[in-house]
């Protein structure tokens, strides 16, 4: 299946007034402004009818695999079932229809569904305070570390470094040099587990933070964090915990109680907030006391019932993105809180880690696993025992597809070779992980028996694999001049 | 616990597959001194009561129509066409992933690339990116770009841009060591000028020669741009600014409270290497069928780690497609009459309120699209008046210009029909 652009079914005349006349009395646009300043060529967007338009779309829509009707192993993306109710509480006009600039007294129940939300979120993870401001996970980790920044710089203590382990998510080490830091990797030990070590080695009074996620990369629990947190902590740096594994743990323990003192988490993967296809998310960050003044502007605040924002906040780092935040995102991830509830919110990671083991246990004899379990709410496989027969961690993942089971995260991260990161949470079935375990000894037979099927697939899909490298040929050529075919937009000719 | 699937005989099960004898025996790698009893949080309710506790907190907002709505700031009530939730609320688009396995991903893809395009032919530059968090975050992320480009670490803006994206540049420009400098003059340190248009108050900006301006300086020209005004003034691409960027919500998104919306992105394509985010980009099969691809990813994070030009992952996908069903559904005629009918009803408003006594326009001489700046007697009171008529009244800049003493801007579109004009006029005279 196939579905032209929208460019290229438009039809000039397929393009009827959408709206009423002004039925005022006041000039066309030419009348008043000058030639400079009036659009010369008109917009090359598509003239389409409604119909066509719909068509389209439902065509798109039908080409993308969804956690809606397919299983989401993504590892560190915690692809689960987002509740349609959420969706419903978004778009309740009493939220939806607000303007940002209204005044405090005509948005006390959205100021009050934030504050709430900040107050579960610190429950949550056991910090202080959080900021809701935050986009984005990236987003909120640049924003923790600009506050571990300032925190610093408040004390006159000029810190240079951010220690980012090599097993780290790639937007650690860019929040950290976007911060203004120099990034110093930390290794791994050979049990998957960050080298004490080469920690000790790289902790000087240069390093501002490190940045650890927990259960880590590999679905690990760092059970020394203790020590960790004690080694960090006697040099005068403080630690930083990326949330984006917080679905293995909530309600077991919490990253304040560890010794971090920022916590960044990911609405879109913990708190059920859909994907989008790639956004928009939300990334709030939790602090610790000592990280309270450096906030971004402004805050919620609540005084005898009554909200307000504050702006007076000297020390804050600022503001990181307009307005208050992606509030809708923030209404879903509240709708979730409040239907769970503490106890849902344990169970539901306890499951996620039972889930875990037990598909870990049901393919540890068809792939590599090259760390020691129990693990927590995800494992890394590799698919280094069918090197041998030419097979990589990428066919597996195609051939999954072919098998209407979306991938794994493969190649990450990046210290085990062939790596294949699974992770199932707590909304699929037993016998949805049954099936997905069956479709992996299927595979890795065919490994054996027929290698090219794999090299092959995917064949069930609109498209095959796509030819990334050719690709990225012809952009080049483009960016360096030699044709005229920008490749990363439609701009007419072949279909 | 609604959204749970195993039961007991489920867990019981998978246990003994594991050999463990309870879930607790798969956490001993957390030490016992961190285990919590329990969360300090109510227990879970039922659907019904959920949706009870978080609609009353929507009733303890207040929600003024849409055609009473007279303010904009960078927030916009427009009318949304019905396609675009019929789209968006399509579980297939709306849980989906990033879309890191193509084949299985081609409607996200697509659909991308098609905001590319429109918004390239918007802007009128060579080619847009998959989009941002939003226009603050844009302006931002395309200083970073300037400064990358020129090797400088200055930027200069100049004129009213939208304060909340002032407050933004700065913070991100504190960790990126570039200088945010207020002024309409670049030196020899400038990256680029940045300017919006029309600017925060609605007015029109010199943006050719503040585009010529940057240039002889050797920075670049970054165009903050309303997306809808496009339809009716000079592109960006058409007066030579090197980048523009922007905010989307008007085409086709809620206000939501401030967001979620979406940054938009493009650029000359001597610049496209130092884009940030996704792009998206067309690729083969062996078969020779065409497909979308995550394209020129080395610029990255997740391969140039500490040396990837931005942090950003995730972009605003699902907003992307909101506006991209928007323009595709108004086309060029629906986009212009849309500006077109904003542009007019907002000046047969101007020149009555400007008829109010003691009213008066604050910049006479100035151009204006659809939002336009009034010097009022008593600004605060005008708003509480206009609020207790059931009318979400303008903008008093001063909280942001402390120069603009008195100064109101009201915003006009196509919801803002003549008959609410009229209560709008009848609400002041009274």
Not at chain 1, 5 to 23: C, G, I, V, W, Y
Not at chain 1, 75 to 91: D, F, I, L, Q, R
Not at chain 2, 213 to 240: K, R, T
């Amino acid at each position: 299946m196939t579905e032209l652009l929208s460019f290229e079914k438009s039809r000039q005349t397929a393009n009827p007034p959408r709206l009423p006349e002004a039925d005022v009395k006041a000039p066309d646009p030419s009348q008043v402004l000058g030639p400079d300043q009036l659009r010369k060529k008109a917009p090359g967007l598509p003239h389409l009818s409604e119909p066509e338009i719909m068509r389209h779309y439902s065509r798109l829509a039908s080409m993308n695999y969804s956690i809606s009707e397919q299983f989401y192993p993504l590892g560190s993306c915690t692809m689960k079932y987002n509740p349609v109710v959420n969706e419903v509480a978004a778009a309740l006009p009493g939220f939806a229809g607000l303007h940002p600039y209204q005044g405090e007294d005509t948005v006390q129940g959205a100021l009050e569904l934030m504050w709430r939300l900040e107050r579960a979120l610190c429950a949550v993870v056991g910090v202080e305070r959080v900021t809701l401001q935050p986009a984005a996970g990236a987003h909120g980790e640049w924003t923790a570390l600009r506050m571990i920044s300032a925190y610093h710089r408040s004390r006159g203590d000029n810190r240079t470094e951010v220690l980012v382990p090599d097993s780290a998510h790639g937007t650690n080490p860019a929040s950290a040099a976007l911060s203004g830091f120099q990034v110093v990797e930390v290794k791994s030990g050979p049990d998957g587990r960050i080298s004490l070590a080469d920690l000790e080695s790289r902790l000087s009074p240069r390093v501002a933070a490190l940045m650890l996620t927990n259960p880590n990369t590999l679905g690990l629990f760092e059970r020394q964090i203790l020590d960790i947190a004690e080694m960090v902590h006697a040099t005068g740096a403080m630690l930083y915990y990326d949330g984006a594994n917080l679905n293995a743990f909530m309600g077991i323990c919490r990253p304040g109680d560890m010794g971090f003192d920022a916590v960044h988490m990911n609405l879109h993967k913990t708190f059920t907030t859909p994907h989008g296809g790639g956004g928009p998310g939300a990334g709030p960050v939790g602090v610790k006391a000592e990280l309270v003044p450096f906030l971004p502007t402004p805050t919620v605040e609540r005084t005898n019932g009554h909200l307000t924002l504050d702006y007076k906040r000297p020390r804050s780092i600022g503001r990181v993105r307009s307005f208050y935040g992606n509030f809708g995102m923030l209404v879903r991830a509240y709708a979730y809180v409040v239907a769970m509830g503490g106890d849902g919110l344990t169970q539901a990671s306890r499951d996620a880690v039972l889930s875990a083991n037990y598909l870990r246990k049901q393919v540890e004899n068809d792939l590599e696993m090259p760390h020691e379990g129990p693990c927590m709410h995800e494992f890394v496989a590799s698919a280094q025992n069918l090197a041998h027969e030419g097979v990589k961690a990428l066919d597996v993942a195609k051939a999954l597809l072919d098998r209407d089971f979306y991938a794994p995260t493969v190649y990450f991260p990046l210290v085990v070779p062939e790596a294949i990161m699974v992770e199932p949470t707590e909304t699929e079935s037993k016998a949805t992980l049954d099936a997905f375990a069956a479709a992996i000894k299927e595979i890795v037979a065919e490994a054996k028996s027929n290698p090219q099927a794999l090299h092959d697939a995917p064949q069930n899909l609109p498209v095959g694999r796509l030819d990334e490298v050719a690709a990225a040929r012809r952009i080049n050529a483009y960016l360096q001049g030699l044709s005229e075919d920008p490749v990363l937009r439609w701009k007419g000719g072949e279909k | 616990m609604p959204y749970l699937v195993h039961t007991e005989e489920d867990r019981a099960s998978m246990l003994d597959s594991i050999g463990a004898h309870s879930i607790d025996d798969l956490l001993v790698d957390i030490p016992e001194s961190l285990r919590i009893a329990a969360l300090d949080l109510p227990d879970g309710l039922s659907e019904y009561e959920t949706m009870s506790q978080i609609a009353s907190l929507a009733a303890r907002n207040r929600v003024f129509p849409d055609r009473l709505t007279f303010r904009g700031g960078g927030v916009y009530r427009r009318f949304i066409p019905a396609a675009v939730a019929a789209v968006t609320s399509k579980p297939e688009f709306y849980t989906a992933y990033t879309p890191y396995q193509p084949e299985a991903s081609q409607g996200t893809l697509q659909a991308i690339f098609e905001f590319q395009t429109l918004i390239a032919e918007l802007t009128a530059l060579d080619v847009a990116n998959a989009s941002l968090y939003d226009g603050a975050t844009a302006v931002a992320e395309a200083a970073m770009m300037a400064h990358i480009h020129t090797g400088r670490n200055e930027v200069v803006v100049a004129g009213y841009l939208h304060p909340e994206y002032v407050e933004v540049l700065r913070a991100f420009g504190e960790g990126r060591g570039i200088k945010v400098r207020q002024g309409t003059t670049p030196g020899p340190k400038t990256a680029a000028v940045i300017f919006q248009q029309p600017d925060f108050l609605g007015l029109l900006v010199d943006a050719a020669t503040l585009t010529e301006n940057a240039h002889a300086a050797g920075a670049l020209a970054i165009a903050c741009v309303d997306p809808i005004s496009l339809a009716i003034l000079a592109p960006p691409g058409e007066y030579g600014a090197d980048i523009a960027v922007g905010e989307g919500q008007q085409l086709g998104l809620s206000p939501s409270y401030g967001g979620p919306h979406v940054g938009f992105i493009s650029c000359r394509r001597e610049l496209v290497r130092r884009l940030p985010g996704r792009l998206i980009g067309t690729a083969h099969d062996k078969q020779g069928r065409r497909g979308f691809v995550l394209a020129l990813s080395a610029r990255e994070q997740h391969i140039r780690r500490e040396k990837a030009s931005s942090n950003i992952c995730t972009n605003h996908s699902l907003c992307a497609l909101a506006a991209s069903v928007y323009m595709t559904y108004m086309g060029p005629n629906g986009l212009r009459q849309v500006a077109e009918v904003s542009f007019k009803r907002a000046h047969a408003l101007a020149e009555r309120l400007a008829k109010l006594p003691g009213w008066e326009l604050a910049f006479p001489d100035r151009q204006f699209v659809n939002e336009f700046p009034m010097r009022v007697p008593k600004a605060p009171a005008v708003v509480r008046k206009l609020a207790r008529k059931g009318i979400l009244g303008p903008i008093e800049v001063q909280r942001w210009f402390r120069g603009l003493k008195g100064v109101v801007t009201f915003t006009c579109t196509e919801v803002n029909d003549a008959a609410a004009l009229d209560e709008l006029v009848a609400a002041l005279e009274a």
